[in-house]
């Protein structure tokens, strides 16, 4: 391989995390983002660099665009999608983007919520782009402006309506980490000896459980409401849950998850939404196709 190649490939993988963060971000799947990226690649290997001043911008840009195509042409494909449509669960407890301290690290954490990636299902393809590059990322309206091909006055109204959308579907409350470890700890507790009573102690009066099977698996095709319902649907699993399938708790979307398997193999992921001390949502995920990148803790 001769210097040149091998520093394009130096600077390919410095801005690697970024990239696949900004994929999946977009596009909720985690095999989607890893071809993105792998794509920016190809297509960084075959540009003339020479004439390449700011490659962290130069590859966002092909990266978001590949992104934006997969987008929409997934969002035709989820119309008619069994159930429910969750993103597909991202390990982060061994993170493979820098994470930065302080607020730097709460924004990277949010914007890769379950909570947060379902709202983002219902932006736009442009609006979800300039919501990943400008919230996420902190990258300025004319930076995003050059990437979208847009004016930085498009980009600005595009990143207010984006913004405005996600803190109405996501009120934000102060989460202490180890008191969402604990309700998670206690939810599973409750869930696997089937104890309703438990449960409602835990669930918030209007919580919600959200289920994906994709037609694959058994999951509810309709989204469960109030902590009754929620909470009966869970005493029921546990109580009627296979003696093989063992659940753990790990770190998914950066937040407490569990991970049921049989065997050693990821079978449903569960994904707790806390709020002022109460779990608000229940994210169920047994789509085998969203679980295949997962081991079991």
């Known amino acids: 391989m001769d210097d040149?190649?091998?520093?394009?490939?130096?600077?390919?993988?410095?801005h690697r995390p970024v990239l696949l963060g900004v994929a999946y971000r977009m596009l909720g799947r985690v095999a989607?983002?890893?071809d993105v990226v792998q794509d920016t690649w190809l297509r960084w290997a075959s540009a003339d660099r020479g004439t390449v001043r700011e490659p962290r911008a130069f590859l966002v840009r092909i990266a978001t665009r590949?992104?934006?195509?997969?987008?929409?042409?997934?969002?035709?494909?989820?119309?008619?999608?069994?159930?429910?449509?969750?993103?597909?669960?991202?390990?982060?407890?061994?993170?493979?983007?820098p994470v930065p301290d302080g607020a730097e690290r709460a924004m990277l954490t949010e914007s890769v919520s379950l909570a947060v990636l379902v709202v983002l299902e219902s932006l736009s393809p442009l609006e979800r782009a300039v919501f990943v590059l400008r919230e996420a990322f902190g990258f300025p309206h004319e930076e995003i402006a050059a990437v979208l091909d847009r004016?930085?006055?498009?980009?600005?109204?595009?990143?207010?309506?984006?913004?405005?959308?996600?803190?109405?579907?996501?009120?934000?409350?102060?989460v202490d980490p180890v008191q969402q470890?604990?309700?998670?700890?206690?939810?599973?507790?409750?869930?696997?000896?089937?104890d309703i009573d438990g449960l409602l102690e835990l669930l918030a009066p209007d919580a919600r459980l959200v289920g994906d099977g994709g037609g694959k698996a058994k999951a509810p095709l309709r989204t469960i409401t109030s902590s009754?319902?929620?909470?009966?649907f869970m005493a029921a699993i546990g109580r009627q849950g296979a003696a093989d399938l063992d659940f753990a708790l790990t770190e998914l979307n950066g937040a407490p998850a569990m991970i049921g398997s049989i065997g050693?193999?990821?079978?449903?992921?569960?994904?707790?939404?806390?709020?002022?001390?109460?779990?608000q949502s229940v994210y169920l995920?047994?789509?085998?196709?969203?679980?295949?990148?997962?081991?079991a803790p």
């Open 228 to 232: 009754a319902k929620v909470g009966r």
């Open 264 to 279: 050693g193999k990821a079978s449903a992921v569960m994904v707790l939404d806390v709020a002022g001390g109460r779990i």
């Open 66 to 97: 590949l992104a934006l195509d997969r987008l929409r042409s997934a969002q035709a494909r989820r119309e008619t999608y069994v159930g429910p449509w969750l993103p597909e669960p991202l390990p982060t407890d061994v993170r493979a983007e």
């Open 285 to 295: 995920v047994a789509n085998p196709d969203k679980l295949a990148h997962l081991t």
């Open 4 to 14: 040149g190649q091998s520093d394009g490939t130096a600077v390919f993988e410095e």
């Open 181 to 194: 470890r604990e309700l998670t700890r206690r939810f599973l507790d409750a869930a696997s000896r089937g």
């Open 151 to 174: 004016t930085t006055a498009a980009v600005r109204q595009l990143a207010t309506r984006a913004r405005t959308h996600v803190a109405e579907r996501t009120p934000r409350y102060e």
């Open 32 to 34: 989607d983002a890893e």
